[in-house]
């Protein structure tokens, strides 16, 4: 069972690197001068989803999830 927790915790690591890697990536939510005139609206703003940067928005809610499932299952104390 030792072994199992120590897997985990590797795991746990490495979700909280690329987690922390991830939100760095991502450009802030503030648009700058752009939103004033209404350029916000363009091809990019509204495709957002299905750019790199809509894809680092979800791959960053999937590693959330499974960060603090990863921090609750570690501190059951079953192991």
């Known amino acids: ?3 199992l927790r120590v897997v985990i915790n590797i795991i746990f690591i490495l979700v909280c690197v690329a987690l922390t890697v991830l939100v760095l990536m991502q450009e802030g939510k503030s648009a700058g001068l752009g939103s004033i ?3 916000a609206e363009t091809y990019w703003g ?3 989803g299905r750019s790199m940067e809509g894809m680092l928005v ?3 809610k999937i590693l959330a999830v499974f960060f603090m499932l ?3 299952v570690l501190n059951l104390n079953v192991f």
Do not use: C, H, P
């Open 46 to 48: 509204r495709n957002k």
């Open 37 to 39: 005139s209404g350029a």
């Open 70 to 72: 990863l921090a609750v």
């Open 1 to 3: 069972m030792e072994a």
């Open 58 to 60: 979800k791959i960053t």
